[in-house]
């Protein structure tokens, strides 16, 4: 004969001598251990982030500094770019990068509008952009100007791996399915940077994003990270 489910439990807490933790008790023992599992995730994850920042700051200081200086005697004026970007919950920060266009490139945009060849229209895409200088063109082709970004990393901005923070404009045209890509620290590079880069489409560029978001994990950093290196070398998608 089957017991019934409500007897079997009083039997256990009479015999046991246990008795189950009140159901409000349990709602919050189970809110701090998702948030302590959340917190520890996080600082491994910018533990990660700094030490990593540091020493690749350090290695490619040369590097650095002769990057700065081709894009001055390539183009006087100044060797960094700096943009307002929107970052986890929409919060704008100041995005660094190293300067591949000319001094006027924003102002030449509007012209260039009609030319986008983004198919969704949301980002802004040229393969053959005439703002791009000489030099230019090469430090993009392997992301080279985004290593000021590092600096970003520090700051707690940024992180090395996470969505690519949107320009305010675009985020305005953003869906509430787009808008899931702030919930999160935007990274240097990412799962769709190691897929296909700019060849990819906007919407494509959406759904890996939050396919990372959703199984996001130290490991998971570590591991594009290190598709990252050869991402950059082949130059694939790049522009």
């Not at 520890?40 to 040369?62: E, N």
């Not at 929107?86 to 300067?99: A, E, P, Q, S, W």
């Not at 990274?187 to 890996?208: A, E, H, N």
């Amino acid at each position: 004969m089957e017991i019934d489910y409500r007897v079997r439990r009083e039997l256990l807490e009479k015999y046991s001598g246990a008795r189950p933790l009140p159901k409000k008790l349990r709602y919050y023992v189970k809110v701090f251990l998702w948030e302590s599992t959340i917190g520890a995730s996080y600082a491994a994850k910018r533990t990660l982030d700094v030490i990593a920042a540091l020493i690749l700051i350090l290695l490619l200081s040369p590097l650095l500094i002769a990057v700065a200086l081709l894009i001055y005697i390539d183009e006087p004026g100044p060797v960094l770019f700096v943009q307002k970007r929107v970052g986890k919950n929409g919060r704008h920060f100041d995005f660094i990068k190293f300067r591949s266009m000319v001094l006027n490139a924003e102002a030449l945009k509007e012209d260039l509008i009609d030319q986008n060849e983004s198919a969704d229209g949301v980002i802004f895409k040229i393969k053959e952009d005439p703002r791009i200088t000489g030099i230019g063109r090469f430090i993009r082709r392997y992301s080279i100007d985004e290593l000021p970004q590092l600096f970003n990393v520090l700051k707690g901005d940024m992180s090395l791996v996470g969505p690519r923070p949107p320009v305010p404009a675009e985020v305005a045209q953003y869906t509430l399915e787009d808008r899931k890509r702030l919930h999160v620290i935007p990274g240097i590079t990412g799962i769709w940077q190691v897929s296909g880069r700019s060849d990819i489409p906007f919407r494509q560029q959406v759904q890996l994003d939050l396919e990372y978001i959703r199984s996001r994990g130290l490991l998971a950093d570590v591991m594009i990270l290190l598709k990252t290196i050869p991402a950059v070398l082949l130059g694939r998608g790049a522009y």
